[in-house]
């Protein structure tokens, strides 16, 4: 759950100038892991939902209840995280099935952006040719002399950044809108709306 949220919140911020997406969300999720169990180390003894809440800092006497409810609307949050959670676990799932971890797709993401960009153009070419797309799923293969020929990237390029390709090509078949969505801001281009 912890990593879930991670990767959400990662994907949220994401800033193209900041590098590349995957290595950036990996460190998220493991400085949000380490943060979590510091924390938990730390709050060992269980709070009653009773108890008051003033501090040195903080003059409000109120039951703790009533300091949660106050604050802001955290069911639609709630609801949205956990729609992400369950979407990133189903294409985890999916990935799983050509071979591939989040960690595997951290570490074969382009790390230059004249390489990224080219990953970016093979996309572009699977994209507006969803026979593509049908291939790798029936084949668990990347088509990678069509993606060459057609978005003219170099196959070795293509080869070096497969396990990356795959799992972005997946988060483009249906069913992974929020996914989809959010990859619109990382790699450009509308297309949150179906293959």
Do not use: W
């Not at 799932?93 to 797709?105: H, M, N, P, R, S």
Request: charge should be positive; aromatic fraction near 6%; include cysteine.
């Amino acid at each position: 759950g912890i990593a879930m949220f991670a990767f959400h919140e990662a994907v949220m911020s994401y800033d193209r100038s900041r590098g590349a997406f995957l290595p950036l969300a990996a460190l998220s999720i493991k400085n949000r892991l380490i943060d979590f169990r510091r924390r938990e180390r730390r709050h060992t003894e269980v709070l009653s939902l009773d108890e008051r809440r003033s501090t040195a800092d903080d003059e409000d006497d109120r039951p703790l209840v009533e300091t949660l409810a106050a604050e802001k609307d955290e069911l639609a949050e709630r609801e949205a995280r956990l729609a992400s959670r369950a979407e990133i676990a189903e294409f985890a799932a999916q990935l799983k099935e050509f071979g591939i971890t989040l960690f595997d797709v951290t570490e074969s993401c382009p790390r230059q952006q004249r390489t990224l960009e080219a990953c970016g153009r093979a996309l572009a070419h699977a994209r507006a040719n969803p026979g593509l797309l049908e291939r790798l799923l029936a084949t668990k293969k990347l088509p990678i002399s069509d993606l060459a020929r057609g978005s003219g990237v170099e196959k070795k390029t293509l080869e070096r950044h497969r396990t990356y390709l795959v799992a972005l090509l997946l988060a483009y078949t249906n069913g992974f809108e929020i996914i989809r969505g959010h990859l619109c801001k990382i790699v450009g281009g509308g297309g949150g709306d179906g293959r």
